[in-house]
C-alpha cells in the first residue's frame, strides 16, 4: 500500500512540475502577500499584517489549494487516467490519499508561514487561530472535491472551480461591506474566520464549531456519494 501511494505521489509530483498554471497558482499567493506587506505595511505594524492575513489567507486556500485538487481529477479523467489506475489494482483510498496529499501539504504551509513572513500579532491567540483556518482548509479541501468529482474536463474543472474560489477569497471583505452579507457569511464555514479577525471580543468556544462542523459532515457525505461511484467507472 505504502509503494502504491508512494509512486501516486510520485506521479503528482510530476504534474505539478510539468503543469505552469498549477505552479503559478501555488507561488502567486506568496508573490501576493510580500507585495500586501510591502505597500500596506512598510513600518511593519503586527495589526495590519493581521488585516493582510484576513485578506490573503482565504485566497491562498481556494487558489492553490483547492484548484489544485479540482485540476488534477479533471485532467486525470480527461486523459482517462483515472480508470487506467484503478484496473491497475489502485484503492480508492490510496487515490485519495495521493490526491490529497499535496494540498494539505500546502495548506499547513500556508496557515503557519503565513503569520511569519508578515510578523502578524497573533501572541496568544495561535491555537485560535489554527484550529479555525484548519477548519476553512478542511472545507475548502471538501469543496473542491466535489468539484473535481462532477467534472470531467480541465476546461469545465476551472470554470466551476471559479465560483467556489471566488466565493472562498472574496467572502470575508465583502462581509465587511455589508450586513446581509455578513449575516449570510454567519452560516458558512467562513463565520468563525471573519469573527476572529474583525471582531477583539471573540472567543472560541465548543459552539464556535457547530456551523462548520455541520458543513464539514455535509460535504464528506456529498463527496462520498460523488466519488465512490468515480471510483467504480
Not at 498554471?21 to 513600518?43: C, E, R, S, T, W
Not at 494539505?104 to 487561530?129: C, H, N, Q
Not at 476546461?155 to 474560489?165: D, E, H, Y
Not at 459532515?217 to 456529498?222: D, G, K, S, Y
Request: proline share 4%; glycine share 6%.
Amino acid at each position: 500500500m505504502i509503494k502504491r501511494i508512494s509512486a501516486l505521489i510520485w506521479l503528482r509530483t510530476q504534474m505539478i512540475l510539468s503543469n505552469g498554471a498549477m505552479l503559478f497558482q501555488i507561488v502567486f499567493p506568496y508573490g501576493m502577500l510580500l507585495a500586501y506587506d510591502h505597500f500596506m505595511n512598510k513600518d511593519g505594524n503586527p495589526q495590519v499584517a493581521v488585516q493582510i492575513l484576513f485578506m490573503m489567507i482565504p485566497l491562498a486556500l481556494s487558489l492553490s489549494v483547492g484548484s489544485m485538487i479540482t485540476i488534477m481529477l479533471a485532467e486525470e479523467k480527461e486523459k482517462k487516467n483515472l480508470k487506467t489506475l484503478f484496473l491497475s489494482g489502485i484503492h480508492s483510498i490510496e487515490y485519495l490519499i495521493s490526491i490529497l496529499f499535496y494540498p494539505i501539504v500546502l495548506a499547513l504551509i500556508t496557515i503557519v508561514s503565513f503569520p511569519m513572513i508578515v510578523k502578524a500579532d497573533l501572541s496568544g491567540r495561535w491555537m485560535e487561530y489554527g484550529a479555525i483556518v484548519t477548519s476553512v482548509a478542511i472545507c475548502v479541501i471538501l469543496i473542491n472535491l466535489l468539484v473535481g468529482a462532477l467534472t470531467d474536463t480541465q476546461a469545465k474543472a476551472q470554470v466551476n472551480g471559479a465560483i467556489p474560489m471566488m466565493g472562498i477569497a472574496f467572502l470575508p471583505m465583502f462581509s465587511m461591506l455589508s450586513d446581509a452579507v455578513s449575516k449570510v457569511t454567519h452560516y458558512t464555514f467562513m463565520g468563525n474566520f471573519v469573527d476572529f479577525f474583525t471582531k477583539t471580543d471573540f472567543a472560541l468556544t465548543a459552539q464556535s464549531f457547530i456551523v462548520p462542523g455541520v458543513w464539514i459532515v455535509v460535504l464528506l457525505v456529498l463527496n462520498f456519494f460523488f466519488l465512490k461511484p468515480k471510483a467504480k467507472n
